[in-house]
């Protein structure tokens, strides 16, 4: 398994962030070949994160471009820095 975790600050309305990702980015990111699980968290102070799994790589580096996509056309006024992204092999899991 491959996962990908993305940190937002300076989020400007979690709320609104989320619906907008359930109703907009989740069913997206689902029809990505090899999707396994998302979850997106608020965090608090402004920061969001979310995190993806996907059975290997390869879906993982799309989810990463699709997520681009979405934050750009969909969340730019509520997410207004760049993530720090973070991925990687996911080497233990319970």
Not at 17 to 36: H, N, W, Y
Not at 40 to 47: E, H, K, L, S
């Amino acid at each position: 398994m491959y996962a990908t975790v993305r940190r937002y600050e300076g989020v400007t309305d979690p709320a609104e962030a989320g619906r907008r990702v359930s109703e907009g980015f989740v069913p997206l990111i689902r029809q990505v070949p090899g999707f396994v699980a998302y979850y997106w968290v608020d965090a608090g102070d402004g920061v969001m994160v979310s995190t993806s799994v996907f059975e290997d790589q390869s879906g993982a580096e799309e989810s990463t471009g699709r997520a681009a996509d979405f934050v750009r056309e969909q969340l730019a006024s509520l997410l207004p820095n760049s993530p720090q992204v973070t991925a990687g092999e996911v080497v233990a899991s319970g």
